[in-house]
């Protein structure tokens, strides 16, 4: 019922930024707790940040200080502001939304950063 797309992603210096965005059809959003996860090959998808549909943020102690999860229901979409980026970060970036219910997952967009 939810399409979730994500973009944003793609390759930049450490110590740069990049915003992934996450736009939702097929049902609004402002219901659900949304999250980006990462994953790199050959290791499990962890989660990244979270945030509910009140407002509140969850973040993994890695990106704590320099990751920004936000949602703008208006629009649909939610978005991860990343900044001081470092090599470790590079992964395959996911968006979720998780409701009651359901739980829906995009397809996923590369960050690479460089060294």
């Known amino acids: 019922q939810v399409q979730l797309v994500e973009s944003g992603g793609g390759l930049v210096q450490a110590g740069g930024s990049l915003r992934l965005s996450c736009a939702a059809s097929?049902?609004?959003?402002?219901?659900?707790?949304m999250g980006w996860y990462r994953q790199t090959p050959g290791k499990q998808r962890e989660l990244v940040a979270t945030?509910?549909?009140?407002?509140?943020?969850n973040y993994a102690d890695s990106v704590k200080g320099r990751f920004t999860i936000s949602r703008d229901n208006a629009k649909n979409t939610v978005y991860l502001q990343m900044n001081s980026l470092k090599p470790e970060d590079t992964a395959v970036y996911y968006c979720?939304?998780?409701?009651?219910?359901?739980?829906?997952w995009g397809q996923g967009t590369q960050v690479t950063v460089s060294s």
């Open positions: 097929g049902s609004t959003l402002s219901s659900y707790t």
């Open positions: 945030i509910t549909s009140g407002g509140s943020t």
């Open positions: 979720n939304a998780r409701g009651r219910l359901t739980n829906y």
